[in-house]
Nanobody, 116 residues
């Protein structure tokens, strides 16, 4: 299984980014997919997840600012991030999840830096 995140970058407070994660080697449509982030010196934190039926869940601190979506035809999951704040600075990863348990090794992440 390969999980490759992209779309990160440097953005000012209040800005937006759209992250993309391309997955391969799994039957994507059957998996609940999630975005995680890891800030320096901290553990991975689940930010948002989307089930096969499109239902979503979010970390409280990103509700109303982030939106997760998926395209099963492209084996891709997205994270639209708006109204970014410095606390959102982290490396962002995607993974298949069962609850809060990830199924696979971490793939390539993408760095998001929010400057004030």
């Amino acid at each position: 299984v390969q999980l490759q995140a992209s779309g990160g970058g440097l953005v000012q407070v209040g800005g937006s980014l759209r992250l993309t994660c391309a997955a391969s080697g799994l039957i994507f449509r059957n998996h609940r997919m999630a975005w995680y982030r890891q800030a320096p010196g901290k553990q991975h934190e689940q930010v948002a997840s989307v089930a096969s039926d499109g239902s979503t869940e979010y970390l409280d601190s990103v509700k109303g600012r982030f939106a997760i979506s998926r395209d099963n035809a492209k084996n891709t999951v997205y994270l639209q991030m708006d109204s970014l704040i410095p606390e959102d600075t982290a490396v962002y990863y995607c993974n298949s999840v069962y609850g809060f348990t990830v199924r696979y090794n971490w793939g390539q992440g993408t760095l998001v830096t929010v400057s004030s």
